[in-house]
């Protein structure tokens, strides 16, 4: 699937400073665009902004297609205690939120629950569509071209900050999200 990003008017300041305003930007498919900046100039905002982890101060984004997915590879990943690698490359490909959807559902036709059928036809399109069906596969190729020498059952919190920085990497592209930040 191709999709647009817009954003319009967009602004964000860090306590009383304002790192932009009034900002525009069309992202349309194909488009490879570099951000660059002195420290603290509200790139990562920004990008976390686009990505929708945050709200913006002023302004909107818009994807197009409404159901485009956004990617985001943060300057240092999220360790959570007791996450292996394996379930935080899951975390952050959003397959294992879609699993856990696809379980929901399945639970639900399970209890003949109304609409379950239609439900469970949606999560498990959606966990197909995430690439759900052969992560595993991919995630052991994935890290051995990083050069993420560990195993995937590994504890993250566990891993140095290079490894954890490839794990990152890893994820994204693992990832099937239709722009990637």
Known sequence: MTATLVAK?????HGERSLFSGLDLVVAPGDVIG??????????????LL??????????IRLSPPTAT???????????PGETVRDFLARRTGVAAAQSAMDAATQALVEGAPGADDAYA???ERWLDLGGADLDERAEETAAGLGLDVGLDQPMTGLSGGQ???AGLASLLLSRYDVFL
Do not use: C, F, I, W
């Open 9 to 13: 008017h967009l602004a964000a300041a």
């Open 122 to 124: 949606a999560a498990l």
């Open 35 to 48: 951000l660059v900046g002195v420290n603290g100039a509200g790139k990562s905002t920004l990008l976390r």
């Open 164 to 166: 954890a920085a490839r």
């Open 51 to 60: 990505a929708g982890l945050d709200t913006p101060e002023h302004g909107e």
């Open 70 to 80: 956004v990617g985001h590879l943060p300057q240092e990943p999220e360790r959570r």
